[in-house]
C-alpha cells in the first residue's frame, strides 16, 4: 500500500472514532508499528491530526454540551482517576485550608484523603459527608443544589467564597485546550469555580488524559493559571508546558 492510501485510511478512521491506537491502525493496514508511527509523525506535521501517546485523535476537539450525572461519570476513567488522586492527597498538610471542587476525580481525592488536621471547605455534599465520616472539619457554602453534580452553585456561593482564602485547592473539569483553558458546561457552575481559583493559592486541577481532547461551554480559568495532574499527556505539543504533571511517569 502508497503512503497516500495508507494516510487516507489512517484519516479516515480518525474521522470516524475521533481517536485510534497504533495497534488498530497495525491491524488495519497489515504493516509495522513503526510504519504507522512514522505516518502519524508525517500527518501530525501537515496539521492533519494530533499525534498522542499511544496513538492519534481528531484535530477538532469533542465538545462537551451538558453535564453527566455522577453515577455516569462515576466510573469513566476509573483507573486513571486514582493514579491522580493518590498523588494529589499527598499535596494536603496539617496546616492547610482546602478547597475541593464537586466532580468525581476530586471525589477519588477525597476518598484517599488521610490529613485530618487541614480545614476544608466543598461545594459538593458528597464530599462534605465524606470528609466528615474521616473527621474532618468542613464547611459548606451557601447555594442552589445542583441535580446532575451534586453540587451548591449560584451567585449565593459565589459571593459566600468571595469572603476566604484558600492555600490549596483541587478542582475538576470537563475540558481543556491552551486556547479555551479549562471549561465546563454550566455558567453557574462555572463561575462558583472561577471564584474558589481566584482565592486559591496553591491551585491544582485534576484530569485525566481524555480532557485534553474536550472543550465545553465555559471558560472558568487560563490554561497556565494552575498545574495540571494528569496520568499522561496525549499531544506531545503540550509537553513544553511546565504546568503539567503526569503521574504516570512520578
Known amino acids: 500500500m502508497l503512503a497516500e492510501e495508507r494516510?487516507?485510511?489512517i484519516l479516515d478512521l480518525v474521522e470516524k472514532q475521533k481517536t485510534v491506537t497504533v495497534q488498530e491502525l497495525t491491524d488495519l493496514l497489515n504493516t509495522s508499528?513503526?510504519?504507522?508511527r512514522r505516518d502519524l509523525n508525517?500527518?501530525?506535521?501537515m496539521g492533519k491530526l494530533n499525534k498522542v501517546h499511544g496513538g492519534a485523535t481528531c484535530i477538532d476537539p469533542q465538545y462537551v454540551l451538558s453535564d453527566q450525572t455522577m453515577t455516569e461519570k462515576y466510573e469513566l476513567n476509573s483507573e486513571e482517576?486514582?493514579?491522580?488522586a493518590s498523588y494529589a492527597c499527598q499535596l494536603i498538610g496539617p496546616d492547610d485550608f482546602v478547597y475541593i471542587d464537586a466532580g468525581t476525580t476530586t471525589e477519588r481525592l477525597v476518598d484517599r484523603i488521610?490529613?485530618?488536621h487541614a480545614l476544608f471547605v466543598t461545594n459538593s455534599i458528597a464530599h462534605a459527608r465524606k470528609l466528615l465520616m474521616k473527621g474532618c472539619r468542613v464547611i459548606l457554602p451557601g447555594g442552589e443544589l445542583k441535580t446532575a453534580t451534586e453540587a451548591l452553585v449560584g451567585a449565593d456561593t459565589v459571593e459566600w467564597l468571595r469572603r476566604y482564602q484558600?492555600?490549596?485547592g483541587f478542582w475538576g473539569t470537563n475540558g481543556i485546550s491552551v486556547e479555551t483553558g479549562?471549561?465546563?458546561?454550566e455558567v453557574n457552575e462555572a463561575m462558583v469555580k472561577e471564584m474558589s481559583m481566584r482565592h486559591t493559592k496553591k491551585r491544582f486541577v485534576l484530569a485525566d488524559a481524555e480532557k485534553f481532547t474536550r472543550v465545553s461551554l465555559v471558560s472558568f480559568g487560563e490554561f497556565d493559571s494552575a498545574?495540571?495532574?494528569t496520568n499522561h499527556v496525549p499531544d506531545e505539543h503540550l509537553l513544553t508546558y511546565k504546568n503539567i504533571v503526569e503521574v504516570d511517569k512520578l
Do not use: N, Y
Not at 508525517?42 to 506535521?45: E, G, P, R, S
Not at 479549562?182 to 458546561?185: G, N, S
Open 7 to 9: 494516510w487516507g485510511a
Open 33 to 36: 508499528e513503526s510504519t504507522v
Open 42 to 45: 508525517q500527518l501530525d506535521h
Open 81 to 84: 482517576k486514582e493514579k491522580i
Open 114 to 116: 488521610e490529613e485530618t
Open 166 to 168: 484558600f492555600t490549596i
Open 182 to 185: 479549562f471549561t465546563t458546561p
Open 227 to 229: 498545574i495540571i495532574l
